[in-house]
């Protein structure tokens, strides 16, 4: 230590001799004459000359005394081969500054670095600076060989004392020999981190496991600053799942016909992936919720580790919390404090230039930035973990604050690991879907008709104020708790919101057109989400949009995906086409393109919904005939509210008739009707609707426009 000491004293005298050199060129020592044609100023000519007289003498001494060694290593003799190159230039400046004295007359000097034009050239002046530069880079890399070769365990010059937590790190201690200590510090963490050497490379990785008092105090020190305060905020405001719902998701799906993939086997399965998506308040971050806390999903886990120890770590976004519960900085500081608190040892190894720094100077106060956890994430998928084994569980990826693409170029690093799990929840937007489709998961809507069932009948049965409807109203109260189950439509939200004012509504001893209100009313929560959703559609799409909207409002019933495919083609489009059948190739294939236009443009609001009585039951086979609808009949009430619509039909800036286009759709529909589905009912329903449409259309249309399309109805017949 003595030794690496000695070299620090030589690199101090370096530093005095940058520092002096940095302030005289950024115009540090501000110089004027007086009256008598004297240098004067605050810090004057006999004081610069006097220092820098110093800081040569330093050098000098250090250089002759370092040169008696004859055990340098090969670091320290560059750290002498760069003092040497400092006095040299010093000793230059010197005899600029003491020509100055010698000057006669001249105007006023700002600062030294105008006086010096006088002595030197410009090219000399710009030379001088430079090298000053190049000395305080070299130096930093010089001091940061000397930090490590001090540091690593594996050196000789390793200290093998007891190092307890006020034991001050190596950078610390050549800190006590300098003057600007600070601006020191910040330049050499700044090249710590912008070194891309590994924990290895670096000599942070021990063979001993054991650790010291200090390095558990600085483990401490590094979570502390990875941890925020409404870390755990959004987690603990999911409501708890009720003790009779999700049973299911530990049950065997049902084999080849399933409609979802087996949790219970994907936890104790290689694979690494598990996708829960579903629609806006259909109770995803409670099912995910629930998953983290059931004792059943470790159990599973545990048959994956196969002995290894499992960690886990979970992050909920939140769109209406703070920001870092809506980023990806956020997701990463939560993810790395849980994990790291749990595993210490990984610190090196995910956070190398953070940990390095602090063990060097005692802490890092740099902000955390983005690049810095990415690239930490990327260390942690590509290490082999040794024993260990992780499950991330992310809930809302829909509710991050930026690009979708973002968080699934991070999810991709733990394709390459064989050694983390993660399950994921989301909306179903079209980036996760593309990204997703082919991964075991399950669509919440779908699974949870009996759940909402057994919710609502929990809360009504044994309730006085259900009893008495019972009494007075025996065959209402009997449907009610079906009714309240079929229009959820999957939005457990909704359930919640509407089961809450009907209790009201039975304590308050409502009659039965009340209750019938209640049940029809939209709840404020419900319409915030909403309110929320809509200003998450993508502004570039807000028209188009818009459009859709229109085209649901005016449709005399849902329409299909390829109806609406239909109805969303240019206005040219009708006529171009040819009066021929579409294989079951084309129809898929429009019906697909509508469902992500759907998904990327109104964000969930509308929905392709699969004929079916029950989640349970089979869907139709063809895609095409899905018909587009409301997330629940709640977003009609609010998306048609005057407010709301006005807001709808202003962003549409074309000249855009929604009966117009519906009129188009029923026309191309007959003109690509497959024969075998084309009878006298068929043929006539669609000439209805062409007829129907036609004569809604807005006065405004040219009537031109509405005689070719019938024109062309007349031809398509």
């Not at 009720?242 to 080849?256: C, F, M, N, S």
């Not at 962003?651 to 084309?678: E, G, I, N, W, Y």
């Amino acid at each position: 230590m003595a030794e690496a000491l000695a070299a620090f004293s030589v690199a101090a005298n370096i530093v005095a001799f940058i520092d002096f050199g940095t302030k005289v060129f950024s115009a540090g020592y501000r110089l004027r004459k007086s009256a008598h044609g004297a240098l004067d100023s605050n810090e004057t000519h006999e004081q610069m000359t006097t220092d820098l007289a110093n800081v040569i003498n330093d050098l000098e001494l250090s250089i002759r005394l370092s040169s008696t060694d004859c055990q340098l290593t090969s670091n320290e003799l560059g750290l002498l081969d760069l003092a040497k190159q400092c006095k040299t230039v010093a000793t230059k400046l010197f005899v600029a500054l003491e020509g100055l004295k010698i000057q006669g007359k001249h105007s006023k000097w700002n600062t030294f670095k105008t006086a010096l034009k006088t002595v030197w050239k410009e090219t000399e002046i710009e030379d001088m600076q430079m090298s000053i530069d190049r000395f305080k880079q070299q130096l930093i890399v010089r001091l940061l060989a000397s930090f490590r070769l001090v540091s690593n365990p594996q050196s000789t010059f390793y200290r093998v004392e007891r190092i307890d937590e006020n034991t001050q790190g190596v950078g610390e201690k050549f800190l006590g020999f300098i003057q600007e200590a600070r601006t020191w510090k910040a330049d050499i963490i700044d090249a710590i981190h912008r070194d891309k050497a590994s924990a290895e490379d670096r000599g942070l990785m021990k063979s001993d496991p054991h650790q010291s008092e200090r390095e558990v105090y600085l483990q401490s020190l590094l979570l502390r600053r990875l941890h925020f305060d409404d870390m755990e905020d959004r987690h603990n405001r999911i409501s708890k799942a009720h003790e009779t719902t999700l049973q299911w998701l530990y049950k065997d799906p049902g084999g080849i016909n399933a409609t979802w993939s087996s949790f219970t086997k994907w936890l104790s399965s290689d694979s690494n992936l598990y996708w829960i998506t579903g629609k806006a308040g259909s109770g995803k971050s409670t099912l995910m919720k629930y998953i983290y806390s059931d004792q059943r999903t470790f159990d599973g886990l545990a048959e994956w580790c196969g002995g290894k120890v499992l960690h886990t770590a979970a992050f909920f976004f939140w769109n209406s919390g703070s920001e870092m519960q809506m980023s990806q900085l956020g997701l990463l500081r939560s993810l790395f404090h849980q994990i790291l608190s749990k595993c210490p040892t990984l610190i090196p190894v995910v956070l190398p230039a953070r940990w390095e720094s602090s063990l060097v100077f005692g802490d890092d106060p740099q902000p955390w930035t983005l690049a810095e956890l990415r690239q930490g994430f990327e260390l942690l998928a590509a290490d082999d973990l040794a024993d260990k084994r992780l499950c991330l569980f992310i809930d809302g990826l829909d509710e991050f604050n930026g690009n979708p693409m973002n968080l699934l170029s991070l999810l991709k690093d733990i394709d390459f690991s064989p050694n983390i799990k993660v399950c994921i929840s989301s909306r179903p937007w079209v980036e996760f879907e593309d990204a997703f489709r082919d991964r075991s998961g399950l669509r919440v809507q779908d699974l949870t008709y009996r759940d909402i069932q057994a919710y609502v009948s929990s809360h009504f049965l044994g309730h006085a104020g259900f009893a008495e409807l019972e009494r007075r109203e025996p065959e209402y109260a009997s449907q009610l708790i079906e009714e309240i189950t079929q229009k959820a439509s999957g939005v457990f939200l909704w359930v919640n919101l509407v089961v809450h004012s009907l209790l009201a509504g039975f304590g308050n001893a409502d009659r039965l057109s009340d209750l019938k209100r209640r049940l029809d009313f939209l709840p404020p929560d419900l319409e915030n989400l909403y309110r929320k959703m809509l200003k998450s559609l993508d502004p570039f799409y807000l028209e188009h949009a818009s459009q859709l909207f229109q085209l649901i409002r005016a449709s005399t019933s849902p329409p299909s995906l390829l109806c609406l495919s239909f109805a969303d083609e240019d206005e040219e489009y009708v006529f171009k086409c040819k009066v021929r059948p579409l294989t079951r190739e084309e129809r898929t294939f429009k019906a697909d393109v509508m469902k992500r236009r759907l998904n990327s443009r109104c964000k969930g609001l509308l929905e392709p919904m699969i004929k079916k009585s029950r989640a349970i039951e089979k869907p139709e086979k063809s895609i095409a005939d899905h018909t587009v609808q409301y997330l629940h009949r709640t977003v009609k009430d609010y998306l048609e509210s005057p407010r709301v619509w006005n807001m709808l039909l202003g962003a549409c800036q074309s000249s855009f008739d929604p009966q117009l286009a519906l009129l188009r759709s029923s026309v191309l529909q007959l003109k690509t009707l497959h024969p075998h589905c084309l009878n006298h009912e068929i043929f006539w329903n669609n000439v209805k609707l062409c007829i129907t449409y036609a004569k809604a259309l807005d006065a405004q249309i040219p009537s031109l426009d509405l005689i070719r399309v019938l024109d062309e109805l007349d031809h398509a017949a």
